[in-house]
């Protein structure tokens, strides 16, 4: 059974790069049958999508977010990363990691990893 | 402002039905399926609902999904207190480059 977990930073400082890691387990990053994607939940909104990766490195951006987010694989690890760049007060946010079903911009996520606040602040 | 519109909250005493309202577009729901989570606080989203009106294994049939033009509904029958949640639509939106949306997110209390 698939299970994904958010580790890194809980503060970052306003302009500097958000970095978060997805480890994924009971299954292969590598796997053709599997897309991994971010999520975020600022406090009390509703959720955003970040974007996706599939393992080939195909990459799908929320297009508000495509000019400071990168996320990218690595298969040796069976993790998948998160980073947004030129953060500000409004990056903080609950960060879930995720695994989109049939495509890199499926709404059908499952499962999902618990999720990690992350604080813009200095 | 999220895309896709949900009332802020639902309440209903157990036993009863209650329904989630979940609205949008043309470019949204009105052209592509409609997908549900509920967020406990502290664990992960669990997937619902899919394709408007599925069920995945494990989810309880108490659990139901409904679309119709550019809105969908959930219904939560025979309400238990475990319940008590937030629940958040989702769907592929069309407009410009394509993006995942999402509902803003109901809580449901069970008095």
């Known amino acids: 059974q698939l299970q994904l977990q958010e580790s890194g930073p809980g503060l970052v400082k306003p302009s500097e790069t958000l970095s978060l890691t997805c480890t994924v387990s009971?299954?292969?990053?590598?796997?053709?049958?599997?897309?991994w994607g971010w999520i975020r939940q600022p406090p009390g909104k509703g959720l955003e999508w970040i974007g996706s990766?599939?393992?080939?490195?195909?990459?799908y951006y929320n297009p508000s977010l495509k000019s400071r987010v990168t996320i990218s694989i690595d298969t040796s690890k069976n993790q998948f990363s998160l980073k947004l760049s030129s953060v500000t007060a409004a990056d903080t946010a609950v960060y879930y990691c995720?695994?989109?079903?049939?495509?890199?911009?499926?709404?059908?996520?499952?499962?999902w990893g618990q999720g990690t606040l992350v604080t813009v602040s200095s | 402002q999220s895309v896709l519109t949900q009332p802020p909250s639902a309440s209903g005493t157990p036993g009863q039905r209650v329904t989630i309202s979940c609205s949008g577009s043309?470019?949204?729901?009105?052209?592509?399926?409609v997908y549900w989570y509920q967020h406990l606080p502290g664990k992960a989203p669990k997937l619902l609902i899919y394709?408007?009106?599925q069920r995945p294994s494990g989810v309880p049939d108490r659990f139901s999904g409904s679309k119709s033009g550019t809105s969908a509904s959930l219904a939560i029958s025979g309400l238990r207190s475990e319940d008590e949640a937030d629940y958040s639509c989702?769907?592929?939106?069309?407009?410009?480059?394509?993006?995942?949306?999402f509902g803003g997110g109901t809580k449901l209390t069970v008095l």
């Open positions: 995720a695994s989109p079903r049939l495509s890199g911009y499926s709404p059908w996520f499952d499962p």
């Open positions: 009971g299954g292969s990053i590598s796997s053709n049958s599997y897309y």
């Open positions: 990766i599939f393992y080939s490195g195909s990459t």
């Open positions: 043309s470019s949204n729901i009105g052209s592509n399926h």
């Open positions: 394709r408007n009106n």
């Open positions: 989702a769907a592929w939106d069309d407009s410009l480059s394509g993006l995942v949306v």
